[in-house]
């Protein structure tokens, strides 16, 4: 008998995994730049796609996409920066990051050193 070659069986614990058809890659970059710079990205068969660049200074730019189930391009655009941090946006609806809210605990059985870390805290 034949096995079906979309079918592996997983030899550790029995399970049938199904897989998928790979996706052509149609086009591809990846350049890397002696100064810190970068762009990279590809372009797929199926519509996916994503594409990056950082400067020598820091910020990073991107955007990726898909094609939904029902046809529809589903695009995100981001950027990054010190002053902004991670910026997205996702088809057309800029989205707010996490605001970050600095605390300071003290540690009183060390010779009072400070300890301090961030945590997230949702902004919406």
Not at 35 to 52: F, I, N, P, R
Not at 57 to 85: F, P, Q, R
């Amino acid at each position: 008998s034949r096995i079906d070659p979309r079918f592996i069986q997983n030899i550790f614990s029995n399970e049938i995994l199904q897989t998928t058809t790979p996706v052509p890659i149609l086009k591809y970059i990846n350049q890397h730049n002696n100064d810190g710079s970068y762009t990279y990205g590809y372009q797929s068969a199926d519509g996916s796609y994503k594409l990056e660049t950082r400067l020598a200074t820091g910020e990073v730019s991107g955007k990726y996409g898909y094609i939904d189930s029902e046809g529809n391009l589903k695009e995100t655009v981001y950027g990054a920066d010190e002053e902004h941090g991670f910026v997205p946006v996702l088809d057309g609806v800029q989205l707010s990051a996490p605001s970050v809210e600095k605390t300071v605990n003290f540690d009183v059985t060390s010779s009072n050193s400070i300890v301090s870390s961030s945590r997230s805290v949702d902004s919406s």
